[in-house]
């Protein structure tokens, strides 16, 4: 499986951004879909997982309320709706997907998937 992450780029505090994760090289469907962020310094951290077989979806405490995930199974792709951003959001952010259909807290682990995208960097700053 190939993930290409895009949407990342600068924006003022409080403005929004859409990632997108566009994936390829098996059955998009059969995927669970994760993004994850790394900040300098800091260890790369969960931010939000769709599950495959029923689209439930995940959210980190930080995000939860300004965050949105979504799948479109059509076009092999998961999008990271970020609204109210902070400079804190401000990272690395990487696509994932999982195999597996976990239950919510294994979604929280990078180990628990199977493929990483090269990432895309989003920076809050006015």
């Known amino acids: 499986v190939q993930l290409q992450a895009s949407g990342g780029g600068l924006v003022q505090p409080g403005g929004s951004l859409r990632l997108s994760c566009e994936a390829s090289g098996r059955t998009f469907s059969a995927l669970s879909m994760g993004w994850f962020r790394q900040a300098p310094g800091k260890e790369r951290a969960f931010v939000a997982a769709?599950?495959?077989?029923?689209?439930?979806?995940f959210y980190s405490n930080s995000v939860k309320g300004r965050f949105s995930l979504s799948r479109d199974n059509a076009r092999n792709t998961v999008y990271l709706q970020m609204n109210s951003l902070k400079p804190e959001d401000t990272a690395v952010y990487y696509c994932?997907?999982?195999?597996?259909?976990?239950?919510?807290?294994?979604?929280?682990?990078?180990?628990?998937?199977?493929?990483w995208g090269p990432g895309t960097l989003v920076t809050v700053s006015s």
């Open positions: 994932a997907a999982s195999r597996a259909n976990y239950n919510s807290a294994s979604y929280f682990y990078p180990n628990n998937y199977d493929y």
């Open positions: 769709i599950r495959r077989a029923d689209r439930n979806t």
